[in-house]
């Protein structure tokens, strides 16, 4: 392979750590599998939004939780990047992909404030509209966020990417939680997608590998852990 069409060119340390986007749970994701889980838990029938909201256009997309491991579409290229204006915050309850409504957990954001580090997939132009649907459908399907283009710092020069900001009129919105708050949601809630604690342990992991220092989600992981182990 070409160095310059090496998706890893800038970060060859994480190769081998990021699921294969073809054989990812979330491309296959089944909205009929998610309609039932919703129906079940007495979800109005307009609870997700259809592909038709989708824009297509070249892009970049700035993960800053799972889709840091696991993006679940196809790309040409990873940078590290710094997204100031926003930060990171587990503030996104779920009853279904990461908890039940019995024991609700907790997903990742983009809040108001601050500033977040992340890392930022650039998707190749010739395959913008199946990788679009694929990502709409992942991150818009809830009416959880609000898609905004953002700019983003890279060491490889200033780019402007997609980002999935907290819509603080969703439903799942948990604002204000302290630490002992979320860690208590971490450490019990688990759904379709895996446990919370597992989802904050792959973050923290991944953020190891490329060097970004978080002390505050260090702590939450760490605490966390104590909570689910008793």
Same mark, same amino acid.
């Not at 838990?41 to 939780?65: H, K, M, N, Q, T």
């Not at 915050?89 to 500033?115: I, K």
């Not at 490889?156 to 979320?182: H, N, Q």
């Given at each position: 392979?070409?160095?310059?069409?090496?998706?890893? *060119?800038?970060?060859?340390? $994480?190769?081998?750590?990021?699921?294969?986007?073809? =054989?990812?749970?979330?491309?296959?994701? /089944? $909205?009929? $599998?998610?309609?039932?889980?919703?129906?079940?838990?007495?979800?109005?029938?307009?609870?997700?939004?259809?592909?038709?909201? &989708?824009?297509?256009?070249?892009?970049?997309?700035?993960?800053?939780?799972? $889709?840091?491991?696991?993006?679940?579409? *196809?790309?040409?290229?990873?940078?590290?990047?710094?997204?100031?204006?926003?930060?990171? *915050?587990?503030?996104?309850?779920?009853?279904?992909?990461?908890?039940?409504?019995?024991? %609700?957990?907790?997903?990742?954001?983009?809040?108001?404030?601050?500033?977040?580090? @992340?890392?930022?997939? *650039?998707?190749?132009?010739?395959?913008?509209?199946?990788?679009?649907?694929?990502?709409?459908?992942? +991150?818009?399907?809830? &009416?959880?966020?609000?898609?905004?283009?953002? %700019?983003? +710092?890279?060491?490889?020069?200033?780019?402007?990417?997609?980002?999935?900001?907290?819509?603080?009129? @969703?439903? /799942?919105?948990? %604002?204000?939680?302290?630490? +002992?708050?979320?860690?208590?949601?971490?450490? =019990?809630?688990?759904?379709?997608?895996? /446990?919370?604690?597992?989802?904050?342990? &792959?973050?923290?992991?991944?953020?190891?590998?490329?060097?970004?220092?978080?002390?505050?989600? =260090?702590?939450?992981?760490?605490?966390?852990? &104590?909570?689910? =182990?008793?």
């Amino acid at each position: 392979m070409d160095s310059d069409s090496d998706p890893f *060119r800038h970060h060859p340390e $994480l190769r081998g750590l990021i699921v294969d986007p073809l =054989t990812s749970a979330y491309r296959a994701m /089944s $909205l009929e $599998l998610l309609d039932e889980r919703m129906r079940a838990i007495g979800a109005p029938a307009d609870w997700r939004r259809g592909d038709d909201d &989708r824009e297509d256009g070249d892009l970049w997309v700035f993960a800053y939780g799972s $889709l840091m491991w696991d993006p679940g579409f *196809r790309f040409g290229e990873i940078r590290s990047g710094l997204l100031r204006g926003y930060h990171r *915050r587990f503030c996104l309850r779920s009853v279904v992909g990461r908890g039940t409504p019995d024991r %609700p957990g907790l997903m990742a954001g983009l809040d108001r404030g601050g500033e977040c580090r @992340g890392l930022a997939f *650039r998707i190749d132009g010739a395959h913008v509209e199946e990788e679009t649907r694929i990502i709409w459908r992942r +991150e818009m399907v809830m &009416r959880s966020y609000a898609p905004e283009f953002v %700019p983003v +710092e890279t060491a490889w020069g200033g780019i402007e990417a997609l980002a999935f900001i907290v819509d603080p009129a @969703g439903e /799942s919105y948990r %604002p204000g939680m302290s630490l +002992e708050e979320t860690a208590a949601f971490m450490a =019990t809630g688990a759904g379709l997608f895996g /446990s919370s604690l597992d989802y904050l342990e &792959r973050l923290t992991d991944h953020f190891a590998t490329i060097g970004i220092e978080d002390d505050e989600l =260090t702590r939450l992981r760490d605490l966390s852990r &104590r909570l689910a =182990t008793g």
